[in-house]
C-alpha cells in the first residue's frame, strides 16, 4: 500500500484532508489474488499490493493455503488475511506454518462452496476472527 507523502507547502484545512481521504478510499478497496493450487500466504504481494483476499478454487484437487510463520518478526503481526472458498469440489485446507496453531489446532479445512475464514496473527499466533 502506498501513501500520498505530505509536503511543507500543504495547508491543514484544504490539503490534509484531501490527502487523508485518498489514501484512506484506497485502501476501502482490497487486493485479491485467484489461487488453483497450493501456495503460502503473501509471498505473491508486490510492492504497494499486498493481498488481502484469496479466492481458492479446489475442482483440480485440494488446496493447502500455508501461513507465514508468526514469529518471522513484525512483518505480519496485526495483519489480517481472508481465505475464500469459491467451488464446491474438495477442500481448502489452512495450515500454520510448523507447530503454530490458528484457534489451537494447526490445520482449519474448508469443505462447503464459499466458506471463509479471516486470519489475523498478534505475533504469537494465529486466530480466526471472521467466518462462515
Do not use: H
Amino acid at each position: 500500500m502506498s501513501y500520498t507523502e505530505l509536503i511543507s507547502t500543504m495547508t491543514i484545512s484544504s490539503d490534509l484532508p484531501e490527502n487523508v481521504n485518498e489514501n484512506f478510499r484506497k485502501r476501502a478497496f482490497l487486493n485479491d489474488a485467484a489461487k488453483t493450487a497450493s501456495f503460502e500466504v503473501w509471498t505473491d504481494d508486490t510492492a504497494g499490493n499486498p493481498i488481502d483476499v484469496y479466492l481458492c478454487a479446489s475442482a483440480g484437487g485440494n488446496v493447502t493455503v500455508t501461513l507465514p510463520a508468526v514469529a518471522s518478526g513484525d512483518a505480519n503481526v496485526g495483519r489480517v488475511v481472508t481465505i475464500f472458498k469459491v467451488d464446491a469440489a474438495n477442500d481448502v485446507i489452512i495450515d500454520a506454518n510448523a507447530s503454530e496453531t490458528i484457534n489451537g489446532a494447526t490445520t482449519v479445512t474448508m469443505s462447503a462452496q464459499y466458506n471463509y475464514r479471516t486470519i489475523f496473527s498478534n505475533g504469537t499466533e494465529w486466530f480466526v476472527i471472521s467466518s462462515s
